[in-house]
């Protein structure tokens, strides 16, 4: 071999090893730099820097932070979680017991992300065999006629319509008085009193003398003159009139002739003398009241009702109504006025009833029991007891496919009969959890804290202060 020849060979030899030393990882020129070490103060992590050293702040030994290995972005496997079977919101990260019932802590292997239910509670997923062990029933939501009727107690009061003030129209003094005594019951016509008037004993002497000119005046065969004398005696009664005399007491007067010394008082209708204002002998004078009378052949029955059933009752609906001491005598009314306005004291809206009382047993100021048809309308009803009350809202369990049971907020109107009205949060036809309520309550909410749980688990913690590094 030539010297060329070798020295060719070994120029060659030269560039193969330097190609192999190339492709090799870690090796050559372009291999890629280590990456920058960080340095930071464990009790003040808002200092970083580059090299080892001491913090400034409280001249304590810097510490190196570990960089994230090469699957630091893969999720980290989810840390077994401890929970208390009575007491769901108790969860921890090691087994021990309940602080609260001090009962062992069970592992939970799974957890549901919370959903319709909001964040205290989570779907739960029911097999057929733990169905039937814990009794779990359902029944479908329908729309049906919700009329349930309104209960409530009234009072008995006259009927204002039917209550007379009997006050003097002239002067005078009461020489006789028959109506001696509050309560009496007195008829239609009956005689209340007797009063001496010598005003009204005038204007008697004054209407007979006007009648008997008049006569004459009558008789003349001018006809102003006539006319003079019938509107003389014309006048002279109307002045008679005004004092509202028994009916019958001018046709009396003018056909005897003889003027009355006393004047009676009549009761202008049948009832009971309620107020008793005068006494024998007693002068009267115009305008002052000396009898009350009320008719208690017809009475009024006014009851309060709350504002929720307000809107439930219109004129002209029918109620029962019977006296409290005596259910069989019940009778029907309808309502006859509903006041405009709310009590402020009770918050309650009066009604009142027209009441037939012939017999008068019915007396003002006794109890009744009404009960009110109310009006029907169309509703859509669930059983009383799939609704769980949980104080700020209301919560059914619905079964949105077999075996699974999501918790659904619901907006409850009236609650009657073992049934509850559904205003909001269901339509017609789903069917809800009616039995084992309470079971599925407490798994969802273990299964919404275990969720939780996990969340905050599986969120990074952010870096240590995230400032900027101090040099």
């Not at 009350?292 to 029955?301: H, I």
Request: proline share 7%; net charge negative.
């Amino acid at each position: 071999m030539t010297f060329t020849t070798a020295k060719t060979l070994r120029a060659l030899a030269t560039i193969a090893l330097g190609l192999l030393l190339a492709a090799l990882p870690g090796c050559g020129g372009d291999a890629a730099p280590a990456a920058a070490e960080v340095w930071y103060c464990p009790m003040h992590p808002d200092y970083v820097a580059d090299r080892p050293g001491t913090c400034p702040i409280c001249h304590m030994d810097l510490v190196q932070r570990e960089e994230p290995s090469a699957h630091a972005h893969e999720a980290a496997p989810a840390a077994q979680l401890w929970v208390c079977p009575m007491h769901p919101e108790v969860v921890s990260e090691e087994p021990g017991s309940c602080p609260i019932c001090h009962m062992d802590l069970v592992p939970q292997e799974t957890a549901e992300p919370a959903a319709a239910g909001g964040e205290s509670h989570a779907p739960v997923e029911v097999s057929a065999a733990g169905r039937a062990l814990a009794g779990v029933e359902t029944a479908a939501t329908a729309l049906k006629s919700w009329s349930g009727g309104v209960r409530t107690v009234g009072t008995v009061l006259p009927d204002e319509r039917r209550t007379f003030r009997i006050e003097a129209r002239f002067a005078g003094w009461i020489e006789e008085l028959p109506a001696d005594f509050t309560g009496q019951f007195v008829r239609r016509g009956q005689v209340l009193a007797e009063i001496f008037s010598p005003e009204l004993l005038a204007a008697q002497q004054e209407f007979l003398l006007a009648r008997d000119a008049g006569a004459r005046f009558v008789a003349s065969s001018l006809p102003e003159v006539r006319r003079g004398g019938e509107d003389l005696v014309a006048a002279a009664r109307r002045r008679l009139e005004i004092f509202a005399l028994p009916p019958g007491f001018v046709d009396e007067l003018a056909e005897s002739g003889e003027a009355r010394r006393m004047v009676p008082v009549v009761a202008p209708a049948s009832g009971f003398l309620v107020s008793k204002m005068v006494f024998a002998g007693q002068q009267v004078m115009p305008g002052q009241e000396m009898f009350r009378l009320v008719d208690l052949s017809g009475v009024w029955v006014e009851a309060s009702l709350y504002e929720i059933d307000a809107a439930r009752v219109a004129l002209g609906d029918e109620a029962h109504l019977a006296l409290a001491y005596d259910p069989a005598a019940a009778r029907a009314g309808r309502v006859s006025y509903v006041y405009p306005e709310i009590d402020a004291a009770t918050r309650t809206l009066r009604v009142r009833f027209d009441v037939v009382n012939p017999k008068l047993d019915w007396k003002p100021g006794m109890f009744v029991d009404v009960e009110l048809a109310g009006r029907p309308r169309e509703a859509l009803v669930v059983p009383d007891e799939a609704v769980l009350d949980t104080g700020e809202r209301k919560l059914v369990f619905v079964e949105a496919a077999p075996g699974r049971f999501e918790p659904r907020e619901v907006t409850v109107g009236e609650r009657r009969s073992g049934e509850a009205e559904i205003l909001a949060g269901l339509a017609a036809g789903e069917r809800v959890a009616t039995r084992a309520n309470f079971l599925l309550d407490s798994e969802s909410r273990l299964r919404a804290a275990l969720s939780s749980r996990a969340a905050e688990s599986a969120t990074p913690a952010p870096p240590g202060g995230g400032h900027e590094a101090h040099r």
